[in-house]
């Protein structure tokens, strides 16, 4: 083909090109307008059926935030309550003004939920954990109080978790034992 005609073949291919690129825009924005116009004139027919006496259900969480929808559905154990104590000490010593509730999962985990009205956070306790707390392990319940404390520090106060302690090196732990032995014979 000639070049002068093979110049004139690109420029038509690339004006057809963007003419179609151009239709297929303005159908694009005219659906748009059409699902627009067709919504609008649902909301309109709603607002004329509610002022001819037909009146909607009213909303029963209009208003209400997800953690103001909650509400405590079963019952409070003892030791869901224990529980409860426990975690509400852990975020008043944070110095956090949250309500708590405690509800049961179906493994019955304690499901532990903080809210301010506005922001709901929920953590979930281990039922072992809280079995041997409850029955005397003080390490295990520091524990359940430095994880609750720990999470709300970093979720709802936004801090920086706390560096775990580093794990002593193999060459430490010899002298570590050794000066055990020492400490325990001089005595």
């Not at 005609?5 to 239709?23: D, H, M």
């Not at 999962?105 to 072992?128: I, M």
């Not at 999470?151 to 193999?170: C, I």
Request: proline share 5%; charged share 30%.
């Amino acid at each position: 083909m000639p070049e002068n005609v093979q110049k004139l073949l690109i420029y038509w291919s690339l004006a057809v090109a963007i003419f179609v690129i151009f239709i297929a825009s303005i159908y694009v924005a005219a659906l748009d307008i059409g699902q627009e116009l067709v919504e609008a004139g649902r909301k309109r027919a709603q607002q004329l059926r509610g002022k001819l006496g037909k009146k909607a259900a009213p909303d029963p969480l209009a208003g209400k935030n997800v953690a103001g929808t909650i509400l405590p559905v079963q019952e409070l154990t003892q030791k869901r309550q224990w529980v409860q104590d426990v975690v509400s000490g852990a975020a008043r010593g944070l110095g956090l003004d949250v309500r708590v509730l405690t509800l049961q999962d179906s493994k019955e985990h304690y499901l532990v939920h903080f809210s301010d009205g506005a922001r709901l956070l929920t953590y979930r306790v281990d039922r072992d954990w809280v079995e041997a707390a409850i029955n005397g392990d003080q390490e295990k319940l520091a524990k359940i109080k430095d994880v609750v404390e720990e999470y709300l520090r970093v979720q709802w106060k936004g801090e920086k978790p706390k560096p775990k302690p580093a794990a002593p090196s193999a060459a430490e732990k010899p002298e570590e034992k050794q000066a055990e032995v020492e400490g325990t014979t001089e005595a």
